[in-house]
Nanobody
């Protein structure tokens, strides 16, 4: 049974940083490209960042490029999202996801497994 468990969310002031973690179990983690998505109230879930299975490639949404960094530690079965210079518009529930399918990294439908999400709230 595949499980993805996010942690590290919280309430922070604009300009501060948070690091999200996603611990995976029940899968051969090193074989899965991973992604982070977010969903704000009243909005659709959107792509944030993705990383290839051996961390050789990373991808970012334009809104977070230069502020967020995705990384992974295959020895710990964990993917991270370092979020710097947070803005109120970054407020959302953040989800990690694992995929087996090829294709564009920002396509939600290509991800097979999802975590339960962690809330990030950025105050102005």
């Amino acid at each position: 049974q595949v499980q993805l468990v996010e942690s590290g969310g919280g309430l922070v002031q604009a300009g501060r940083s948070l690091r999200l973690s996603c611990a995976a179990s029940g899968l051969t983690f090193s074989g899965y490209p991973m992604g982070w998505f977010r969903q704000a109230p009243g909005k659709e879930r959107e792509f944030v960042a993705a990383i290839s299975s051996i961390a050789s490639k990373t991808y970012y949404a334009e809104a977070v490029k230069g502020r967020f960094t995705i990384s992974r530690d295959n020895a710990k079965n964990t993917v991270y999202l370092q979020m710097n210079n947070l803005k109120p518009e970054d407020t959302a529930v953040y989800y990690c996801a694992a995929r087996t399918k090829g294709g564009s990294y920002n396509r939600i439908d290509l991800y097979d497994y999802w975590g339960q999400g962690t809330q990030v709230t950025v105050s102005s």
